[in-house]
T-cell receptor, first 111, second 113 residues
Framework: EDKVVQSPLSLVVHEGDTVTLNCSYE??????LLWYKQEKKAPTFLFMLTSSGIEKKSGRLSSILDKKELSSILNITATQTGDSAIYLCAVGETSGSRLTFGEGTQLTVNP | DVKVTQSSRYLVKRTGEKVFLECVQDMDHENMFWYRQDPGLGLRLIYF???????EKGDIPEGYSVSREKKERFSLILESASTNQTSMYLCASSKQGLHEKLFFGSGTQLSVL
């Protein structure tokens, strides 16, 4: 059975801190790893990482895929209160359209 | 701006009722999905659809059915609601060829009493 595990499950930091969120996976035929941010209700897409694109960066957020270790990290530098959200990691396979999601990391950034 | 719209934000139903959750997307996406989200369990896939009138079971289809009569609309049906179906339901869509990039609706919090 496919599995995606995120850690930590929750994290509380102060504004300006740097955080690292972790995601490890076990899937049969890996195709992609994705990060989503969920504020309030609707998750929104952040990054997609594949064998041909193992590093992505957008502003203060960056992510790296380690295919050898079957894991990924999401880094957020100089955190702001607006970064408070649940961060979801999901993995896609070569067969089919479904994604397997992890439990999520609840990040709280205090002023 | 792309949009996935779920008909209700909050819904309260009684055990045994038939429940319809509606989802509409305006992006002409081929793929549509229904997930439920529960604390400690993350997002779990209930059903998905590649095309009009096509449907595939996800990981937890029991107690649910779906309907996709038009490309833009994907309905989730709880035939006889039970208390263990109390959950946040999220609809999503994606386009063929980039199916992993999901666009989500704002969710429906369903309470079954």
């Amino acid at each position: 059975e496919d599995k995606v595990v995120q850690s930590p499950l929750s994290l509380v930091v102060h504004e300006g801190d740097t955080v690292t969120l972790n995601c490890s996976y076990e899937v049969t035929n890996f195709r992609s790893l994705l990060w989503y941010k969920q504020e309030k209700k609707a998750p929104t897409f952040l990054f997609m990482l594949t064998s041909s694109g193992i590093e992505k960066k957008s502003g203060r957020l960056s992510s790296i895929l380690d295919k050898k270790e079957l894991s990924s990290i999401l880094n957020i530098t100089a955190t702001q209160t607006g970064d408070s959200a649940i961060y979801l990691c999901a993995v896609g396979e070569t067969s089919g359209s479904r994604l397997t999601f992890g439990e999520g990391t609840q990040l709280t950034v205090n002023p | 701006d792309v949009k996935v719209t779920q008909s209700s934000r909050y819904l309260v139903k009684r055990t045994g009722e038939k429940v319809f959750l509606e989802c509409v997307q305006d992006m002409d996406h081929e793929n549509m999905f229904w997930y439920r989200q529960d604390p400690g369990l993350g997002l779990r896939l209930i059903y998905f659809s590649y095309d009009v009138k096509m449907k595939e079971k996800g990981d937890i289809p029991e107690g649910y059915s779906v309907s996709r009569e038009k490309k833009e609309r994907f309905s989730l049906i709880l035939e006889s609601a039970s208390t263990n179906q109390t959950s946040m339901y999220l609809c999503a869509s994606s386009k063929q060829g980039l199916h992993e990039k999901l666009f989500f609706g704002s969710g429906t919090q369903l309470s079954v009493l």
